[in-house]
């Protein structure tokens, strides 16, 4: 069974503080992955995507990728309270077909003002 | 910007009854996928649809559920006899190719 894991939370941070989000995966041939962020009710909405080792930027988001610890983390710099949702880690796992993803439970996230 | 359309945004059915939960993908996507959310769950891939067929399907899968697209734009899951669980939300995606999904609105469906 090829899982995705995070911790549920919730984590709470102050209005512009750095949140860290962690996720670490079980198919070591994992090749894609993926950064959802989830508002109460709606359905997902993709933040990041990475596939190399290493960093990648975007805004005052960060991910960042060890294949060879089976971990990936989203960074968020300046929280701000719109930044309050459940982010989802997900992963396109190896031998699927067609770009099927596995997701994480889920982190909670709330930045309080 | 280009979206995937969901209906109904939310249905009731009895035990046993069959829904039919419709979406309209991208026009020029490729890939189209049924996801659900059972409520405080994470989100599970159910079924992926590629060139008019079936090309993965998953263990939730079974022979309750199947999908069709009708049309050049529609693409459905029928669920035929509902059980209690499975009220969920119901997440309709499409990808030109690639991971980088986009999702509709879902449909929450609730089974009593």
């Known amino acids: 069974q090829k899982e995705v894991e995070q911790n549920s939370g919730p984590l709470s941070v102050p209005e512009g503080a750095i949140a860290s989000l962690n996720c670490t995966y079980s198919?070591?041939?994992?090749?894609?992955f993926f950064w959802y962020r989830q508002y109460s009710g709606k359905s997902p909405e993709l933040i990041m995507s990475?596939?190399?080792?290493g960093d990648k930027e975007d805004g005052r988001f960060t991910a960042q990728l060890n294949k060879a610890s089976q971990y990936v983390s989203l960074l968020i710099r300046d929280s701000q309270p719109s930044d309050s949702a459940t982010y989802l880690c997900?992963?396109?796992?190896?031998?699927?077909?067609?770009?099927?993803?596995?997701f994480g439970k889920g982190t909670l996230l709330t930045v309080n003002p | 910007e280009p979206e995937v359309t969901q209906t109904p945004s939310h249905q009731v059915t009895q035990m046993g009854q069959e829904v039919i939960l419709r979406c309209v993908p991208i026009?020029?996507?490729?890939?189209f996928y049924w996801y659900r959310q059972i409520l405080g769950q994470k989100v599970e891939f159910l079924v992926s649809?590629?060139?008019?067929?079936?090309?993965?399907k998953s263990e939730i899968f079974d022979d309750q559920f199947s999908v069709e697209r009708p049309d050049g734009s529609n693409f459905t899951l029928k669920i035929r006899s509902t059980k209690l669980e499975d009220s969920a939300m119901y997440f309709c995606?499409?990808?030109?190719?690639?991971?980088?999904?986009?999702f509709g609105s879902g449909t929450r469906l609730t089974v009593v």
């Open positions: 995606a499409s990808t030109p190719g690639g991971s980088f999904y986009t």
């Open positions: 198919d070591r041939g994992s090749q894609s």
């Open positions: 990475i596939y190399s080792n």
């Open positions: 997900a992963v396109n796992p190896s031998g699927g077909s067609n770009y099927k993803l596995t």
């Open positions: 026009s020029n996507h490729l890939y």
């Open positions: 649809f590629y060139n008019n067929e079936i090309s993965e």
